[in-house]
């Protein structure tokens, strides 16, 4: 295994996708790790990454100097290179000029990490200091117009520097670097497959449960999905998976689930429906974090009770995954400032004392979907877009009622047909339709209609923190608009959603 010392690069989960991209099982750890805990997790090599902060700033976050002492080969990358420097008696200082993009590296010799690589190759820099004094033993491997020391080396101690971003599509040669250094410096196997990762997994969970209960809250998402397949192909009918009925879901969706895991995967399924409960619940409410905590809150009641009844639960199952892990460590900076409260992020019953498995927690989410196949989780619902917890309940602007709740339902569901039909569901990370609580006035044959507006919401985004409107063809946009307001009665209007994410948000409430 690789460990990565996440000095709070925006890239660094990107290093940890290309390391296993390589078969190559890696972990992300804060800079604080002891060095106790790092001989325990017996890396073969390390990768420090790069980060905001300038290494001669007083509190610049540093890792302990004794890695340099295990006799295991280190990537410095940008920061991480300017501390290795630093730290083994080198110079950083502020670079005259900031370098930030494309620029043309020129490598001295093809060797070591940049073995089998042309001697003039792109790369992607980011990064204002620079090293003006190498340390002992190290030499230039490769410059840039604006950086003299774009890369360096200490062969003998098999220490590498590169001052710029290997992990990013735009150092075309950046998967080779890497392979040079997994394979061929620290002499990593390439081991880490899905198929090891179950049974690894299988024989860990067994070990951990016994004979014991274990519950799990399963919404028909891609990672409680995934996360109930493991479980059931480890330990099969000890887990129950609770999956409740809340009166907000899509077309058709909590009959697919029941179908799927009870009847097709013979999974001990639980399924509660709770939709009047909700909705009455929701009555009159129109803020949307009010909305939020009433079904958050409605939630776990439901789930408690349900759990309450069985006998020898011990352990709750969660599909939490390594980016939630990664993220809520919150290496850098303070924590985030809460915009909307995702209810099911921070946790389930507290007062169950059940003790937590989460299998997935150290898989990424493509992981997890090459996982699910495996597995044998249909395709449709391997790529499923993210549906909020809260589900269609934020999507109807207003007062959420069965009525509106009905339309919204045609709505998505024609949306969806389409954006499927032209092959957009996977490109796109969401698409979906908002029901507004304003009505306007349209023409229908000869009749004046006055009825309400739809807004289509569909953006692109890697992972929902920043996102795109995408850009949908107008032949699709008229297609949807037409099919619409001819098949759903109540909808006279569709508007199309063209903003970003920020300052906008995904879902409109
Ligand atoms: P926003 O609207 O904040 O959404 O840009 C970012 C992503 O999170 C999803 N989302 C939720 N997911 N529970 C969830 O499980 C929630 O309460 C929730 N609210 C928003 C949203 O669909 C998008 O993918």
Same mark, same amino acid.
């Given at each position: 295994?690789?460990?990565? /010392?996440?000095?709070?690069? +925006?890239?660094?989960?990107?290093?940890?996708?290309?390391?296993?991209?390589?078969?190559?099982?890696?972990?992300?750890?804060?800079?604080?790790?002891?060095?106790?805990?790092?001989?325990?997790?017996?890396?073969?090599?390390?990768?420090?990454?790069?980060? =905001?902060?300038?290494?001669?700033?007083?509190?610049?976050?540093?890792?302990?100097?004794?890695?340099?002492?295990?006799?295991? =080969? /280190?990537?410095?990358?940008?920061?991480?290179?300017?501390?290795?420097?630093?730290?083994?008696?080198?110079?950083?200082?502020?670079?005259?000029?900031?370098?930030?993009?494309?620029?043309?590296?020129?490598?001295?010799?093809?060797?070591?990490?940049?073995?089998?690589?042309?001697?003039?190759? $792109?790369?992607?820099?980011?990064?204002?200091?620079?090293?003006?004094?190498?340390?002992?033993?190290?030499?230039?491997?490769?410059?840039?117009?604006?950086?003299?020391?774009?890369?360096?080396?200490?062969?003998?101690? #098999?220490?590498?520097?590169?001052?710029?971003?290997?992990?990013?599509?735009?150092?075309?040669?950046?998967?080779?670097?890497?392979?040079?250094?997994?394979?061929? *410096?620290?002499?990593? #196997?390439?081991?880490?497959?899905?198929?090891?990762?179950?049974?690894?997994?299988?024989?860990?969970?067994?070990?951990?449960?016994?004979?014991?209960?274990?519950?799990?809250?399963?919404?028909?998402?891609?990672?409680?999905?995934?996360?109930?397949?493991?479980?059931?192909?480890? %330990?099969?009918?000890?887990?129950?998976?609770?999956? &409740?009925?809340?009166?907000?879901?899509?077309?058709?969706?909590?009959?697919?689930?029941?179908?799927?895991?009870?009847?097709?995967?013979?999974?001990?399924?639980?399924? &509660?429906?709770?939709?009047?409960?909700? @909705?009455?619940?929701?009555?009159?409410?129109?803020?949307?974090?009010?909305?939020?905590? %009433?079904?958050?809150?409605?939630?776990?009641?439901?789930?408690?009770?349900?759990?309450?009844?069985?006998?020898?639960?011990?352990?709750?199952? +969660?599909?939490?995954?390594?980016?939630? /892990?990664?993220?809520?460590?919150? *290496?850098?900076?303070?924590?985030?400032? &809460? /915009?909307?409260?995702?209810?099911?992020?921070?946790?389930?019953?507290?007062?169950?004392?059940?003790?937590? %498995?989460?299998?997935?927690?150290?898989?990424?989410?493509?992981?997890? #979907? &090459?996982?699910?196949?495996?597995?044998?989780?249909?395709?449709?619902?391997?790529?499923? +877009?993210?549906?909020?917890?809260?589900?269609?309940?934020?999507?109807?602007?207003?007062?959420?009622?069965?009525?509106?709740?009905?339309?919204?339902?045609?709505?998505?569901?024609?949306?969806?047909?389409?954006?499927?039909?032209?092959? @957009?569901?996977?490109?796109?990370?969401?698409?979906?339709?908002?029901?507004?609580?304003?009505?306007?006035?349209?023409?229908?044959?000869?009749?004046?209609?006055?009825?309400?507006?739809?807004?289509?919401?569909?953006?692109?985004?890697?992972?929902?923190?920043?996102?795109?409107?995408?850009?949908?063809?107008?032949?699709?946009?008229?297609?949807?608009?037409?099919?619409?307001?001819?098949?759903?009665?109540?909808? $006279?209007?569709?508007?199309?959603?063209?903003?970003?994410?920020?300052?906008?948000?995904?879902?409109?409430?």
């Amino acid at each position: 295994m690789i460990l990565i /010392i996440d000095f709070g690069s +925006q890239y660094n989960q990107l290093i940890a996708r290309r390391v296993r991209e390589h078969h190559v099982y890696c972990r992300i750890e804060p800079p604080w790790i002891s060095l106790a805990e790092i001989k325990a997790l017996a890396p073969e090599g390390i990768i420090l990454s790069g980060g =905001p902060a300038s290494i001669y700033e007083k509190n610049s976050p540093r890792v302990d100097i004794e890695i340099f002492n295990l006799g295991i =080969p /280190i990537l410095g990358i940008c920061y991480g290179m300017q501390y290795m420097a630093d730290a083994l008696g080198g110079e950083v200082k502020r670079a005259e000029k900031r370098e930030y993009g494309l620029a043309e590296l020129r490598i001295k010799d093809a060797t070591g990490i940049f073995y089998g690589i042309e001697k003039k190759t $792109n790369c992607w820099m980011s990064h204002g200091d620079t090293i003006t004094r190498l340390p002992k033993g190290f030499s230039v491997t490769a410059s840039t117009v604006s950086t003299g020391v774009a890369a360096t080396e200490n062969p003998l101690k #098999r220490f590498y520097g590169l001052q710029f971003h290997p992990e990013v599509v735009h150092t075309p040669m950046g998967k080779t670097m890497l392979k040079n250094f997994l394979i061929d *410096t620290c002499g990593c #196997r390439k081991t880490w497959t899905m198929k090891s990762f179950i049974k690894e997994s299988v024989r860990e969970v067994r070990a951990l449960a016994g004979d014991k209960k274990v519950i799990l809250g399963l919404s028909g998402g891609v990672d409680s999905s995934v996360t109930a397949l493991l479980l059931h192909q480890a %330990i099969g009918r000890q887990l129950i998976c609770i999956f &409740v009925d809340n009166g907000l879901l899509r077309q058709g969706e909590a009959e697919q689930v029941k179908r799927l895991f009870k009847e097709h995967f013979k999974m001990n399924l639980r399924f &509660v429906s709770a939709k009047r409960m909700f @909705l009455n619940l929701l009555k009159g409410v129109v803020d949307p974090e009010k909305k939020r905590k %009433i079904i958050g809150r409605a939630f776990i009641e439901v789930f408690e009770k349900e759990a309450h009844k069985l006998q020898g639960v011990k352990f709750l199952a +969660q599909g939490t995954l390594y980016p939630d /892990i990664i993220e809520s460590r919150s *290496t850098f900076g303070g924590p985030s400032a &809460v /915009i909307k409260s995702h209810h099911n992020v921070g946790g389930l019953p507290k007062n169950m004392k059940l003790k937590l %498995i989460e299998p997935l927690k150290h898989l990424f989410k493509d992981e997890v #979907r &090459v996982l699910g196949k495996k597995l044998g989780l249909p395709e449709d619902l391997i790529w499923r +877009q993210p549906f909020p917890g809260p589900g269609l309940a934020i999507r109807i602007i207003g007062d959420v009622t069965q009525a509106r709740l009905s339309i919204l339902r045609k709505l998505d569901t024609i949306l969806l047909e389409e954006i499927k039909e032209n092959g @957009l569901y996977r490109k796109l990370w969401q698409s979906f339709a908002v029901l507004l609580p304003l009505k306007s006035v349209g023409i229908m044959g000869d009749q004046r209609t006055y009825e309400h507006i739809t807004a289509i919401r569909a953006v692109t985004s890697t992972d929902a923190m920043t996102a795109d409107w995408a850009r949908l063809p107008h032949s699709l946009l008229g297609k949807i608009s037409n099919r619409i307001i001819n098949e759903v009665k109540g909808v $006279n209007r569709v508007v199309y959603d063209i903003s970003s994410k920020p300052p906008s948000t995904i879902e409109w409430e």
